[in-house]
């Protein structure tokens, strides 16, 4: 039995130090938004959806092997930040962000409005394969997604979780609702060729 207990502390203290010792391997990548919507922008490393910048911390921070990466940063109505990394292993690599507005006029054939409502509600949202925000922005009084009338795909993803996806046929001034709750399945979730506005 005592030697039982020693194996079991023995392995207790090993998983701790094993998990510095990764660290000292992966680079951190910190984004140091300036304003709230770059709090809100998503974020994609190598293609793959992570997340929005405000929860990209803490036990969800952005860890990543040494080498090159690409991170991309998407808001609609802003342009999409690109940046290549060259990452060390054991680096911090801070990256200040300020995104800049996209002066493309809102189109004013968007009159139908579409609500979605899932959980969780930080999980993106794109619509024919461009991202439009997270959910918690247009599941609120007084909240939507305006769309120009028509045939959409509507896909809900968040990595971690099997995406919802559907198709929805919109008429001029119609008001529709989408309600999913998301299935914990894959660990990544690819968010397609995208890119920033509707």
Not at 22 to 51: M, R, S
Not at 127 to 137: A, I, K, P, S, Y
């Amino acid at each position: 039995m005592f030697r039982y207990f020693v194996l079991l502390l023995a392995v207790t203290w090993c998983i701790p130090i094993s998990l510095r010792a990764e660290n000292k391997i992966l680079a951190e990548v910190k984004i140091l938004p300036a304003t709230g919507v770059e709090k809100n922008a998503g974020v994609w490393v190598d293609g793959q959806y992570l997340g929005y910048v405000k929860e990209l911390k803490g036990n969800k921070k952005i860890l990543l092997m040494p080498g090159k990466h690409e991170i991309t940063i998407r808001e609609p109505w802003y342009k999409d930040d690109v940046e290549e990394l060259l990452l060390e292993p054991g680096e911090v690599h801070t990256l200040p962000l300020t995104l800049v507005r996209n002066n493309v006029p809102a189109d004013n054939r968007a009159t139908a409005e579409l609500k979605i409502e899932a959980t969780p509600d930080r999980a993106a949202v794109f619509v024919d394969e461009q991202f439009v925000g997270h959910v918690d922005e247009f599941n609120g009084a007084g909240q939507g997604l305006l769309l120009i009338p028509g045939e959409h795909k509507i896909r809900v993803a968040l990595p971690g979780y099997e995406p919802f996806e559907t198709v929805v046929n919109l008429r001029d001034r119609q008001k529709m609702k989408i309600e999913t709750k998301l299935v914990k399945g894959s660990i990544t979730e690819e968010g397609g060729s995208v890119g920033s506005g509707h």
